[in-house]
């Protein structure tokens, strides 16, 4: 079996650097070949590509925009009147996947909207979404499906953010989702079971780390010391 890739999601993982740029640089000191990136927009895409290529890392995700985070929104696909604001941080996705060299851009559905009931906004919700991710399809379908290194084709990755965290049991739960929250044990060892299937994508390192972030890796070393440290173009 080969060893499973990881990479770093550097909008979580070294806060105790400022800038994203810094955190690439770490990552690749870290060991990383691969690195995710939240939310670069705070940066000037140019600036975090140079400090990628020179940390040795291979960008392989960033994230459309979460729209406004203090009215606590997580992501905009999903949330109705905000269609337009959608759109247009899809657009600036667009081009920073285009100067990163990222061939996957997530697409955030978004939470249920403060004050809304849950029930009464489900299927204006999807329908939303549904628009939204067609409208998304037809902007990446403008790209080349190959083209090298400087034209990537991104994917549509999607993520449903449509309900806020909670404590309590969740209906409609994937039966290995269930699991975890019945075991409530924060180290089963499930990404194991992806290098028995063969899974040849990355498993992104998206996690606030308890205290120093090099000092918590010490689980990936121990995987690279007895698994082997796979490149992140293979």
């Known amino acids: 079996m080969a060893p499973l890739r990881f990479s770093a999601n ?12 810094a955190r690439l640089r770490a990552a690749g ?3 990383f070949q691969a690195a995710e990136i939240g939310w670069p927009y705070a940066e000037p895409p140019e600036a975090l590509a140079r400090a990628a290529r020179e ?4 960008l392989v995700l960033i994230n459309t925009p979460p729209g406004d985070r203090e009215k606590g929104e997580m992501g905009l696909g999903a949330v109705p009147g905000r269609q337009a604001a959608f759109r247009e941080g899809l657009e600036q996705a667009v081009l920073y996947a285009k100067a990163l060299g990222c061939p996957r851009i997530h697409l955030m559905a978004g939470r249920v909207p403060q ?12 329908t939303v979404f549904l628009e ?4 998304a399809a037809g902007v990446l379908a403008q790209w ?15 993520c449903f953010w449509c309900c806020p965290r909670s404590h309590g049991p969740r209906p409609g739960l994937s039966p290995a989702a269930a699991i ?3 075991a409530g044990s924060p180290n089963l060892q499930l990404q194991m079971l992806l290098e028995e299937e063969g899974y040849k994508g990355f498993v992104g390192c998206e996690y606030q780390p308890q205290g120093d972030t090099v000092e918590g890796l010490s689980w990936l070393r121990s995987y690279w010391d007895k698994r082997g440290h796979p490149r992140a173009g293979h």
């Open 10 to 21: 550097v909008s979580w993982l070294f806060p105790e650097l400022a800038s994203l740029s």
């Open 29 to 31: 000191s870290s060991g």
């Open 55 to 58: 940390a040795g890392l291979q």
């Open 115 to 126: 004050g809304a009931d849950r029930a009464t906004v489900r299927g204006e919700m999807e």
């Open 132 to 135: 939204n991710l067609r409208h």
């Open 144 to 158: 080349p499906r190959s083209g090298g290194p400087d034209r990537p084709c991104p994917l549509l990755s999607l």
């Open 180 to 182: 975890l929250q019945k």
